[in-house]
């Protein structure tokens, strides 16, 4: 029992070692809030990028076509990490802009690379029927894609675009290359401090699996909500 005393005393004074004193807490909560305007940006940017690449990858013109090809070549081939850093130290080097802005940019970039296979796998699951009769109502090529096709494809590939924006979340996780402070550099900087690994790699490990089941179940639901609208 006295053993068992002992153990919960020393998690306890390592407890307070690692987030209560100094007000280390205060460095996961200002990583969290670097890591939720990161991910939300490139994600935004990302869907942008990745609709436009898709069209590319659609279209009739070859020079489009080659663009696409050209982009999903390099991007799903050369590491985050290196990509990260090519934009950062060389592409935006001489850009006085936030680095959380430019690390979005980054992945936003990157996210844009499968966002694109995701958009263009729904586009073409849908029946060229619905083009046809689209175009038989008198609507534009622009036209029947915009108001026809992509609403159909968006509800299709919703689930995988989840997926791709709760690996975002997790593949933020390296910008403290360019030195931001997120939730893993937090917890890196109070294993420094501390020379206790254990605490803060769990503090991260529970914050980023909290920060994923929120997003889960709210991603869940809306698509739920997709199908009954749909239904």
């Known amino acids: 029992m006295e053993g068992l005393s002992n153990w919960w005393a020393g998690v306890v004074k ?36 990745g609709l436009l690449v ?14 696409g090809y050209v982009y999903l070549d390099v991007i799903r081939s050369v590491p985050m990490v290196t990509q990260l850093m090519i934009i950062y130290f060389v592409v935006f080097a001489s850009v006085h802009w936030s680095k959380w802005i430019i690390a979005s940019i980054a992945f936003g970039i990157n996210s844009g690379a499968y966002v694109s296979e995701i958009i263009r796998g729904g586009i073409l699951s849908i029946d060229k029927g619905q083009t046809e009769a689209g175009r038989s109502l008198g609507l534009s090529e622009r036209q029947t894609m915009m108001s026809i096709i992509l609403p159909q494809a968006t509800k299709n590939v919703f689930p995988a675009l989840c997926n791709e924006f709760i690996t975002l979340v997790k593949e933020t996780a390296i910008v403290g290359y360019v030195g931001l402070v997120d939730i893993q550099k937090a917890g890196d900087f109070i294993k420094s401090a501390t020379f206790k690994p254990f605490m803060p790699l769990v503090g991260v490990a529970i914050i980023y699996f909290i920060i994923v089941k929120a997003l889960t179940l709210l991603l869940g639901r809306i698509e739920k909500n997709l199908r009954k609208s749909e239904r």
């Open 54 to 67: 898709a069209l590319c990858n659609l279209s009739k013109n070859k020079g489009l076509n080659a663009f």
């Open 14 to 49: 390592t407890f307070c070692l690692c987030f209560i004193e100094d007000n280390r807490y205060q460095l996961f909560i200002s990583g969290i809030g670097i890591s939720v305007r990161v991910t939300i940006l490139a994600a935004v940017l990302g869907v942008i990028i």
